[in-house]
């Protein structure tokens, strides 16, 4: 094996090693409100998160993304339940994100 290709497959392997591995959180939240309620919390949620949110054209599930990393909350209007997917590629804590949409959850309703 030639010292070039060598040092390259070397510099690889050791590229490969140090690779950051993705962490999933998943969890659920008890929902007050239906399906619509459901919906925008999951939009602000997400943006309080720092994540760019949007609702899927079925009108079921909030997205969130951020570079790499992102957020899922599939509402569940008629159970009054929010399932929570996150999956992160950077070092940020899952759990400071996952507190973060929990808490917008949780906070009274304006009525």
Known sequence: MKPRTWMLGLALAAGIGTAQAATVTTAWEAVNDGQDACLSTGVE???????????????QTVFGWRGDDSIAIRCIGDRRLAVIFIYVVSREDNNALLQTVRNTYRRPTKG
């Open 45 to 59: 949620a997400t943006r309080q998160a720092g994540f760019r949110g949007s609702i899927s054209n079925d009108r």
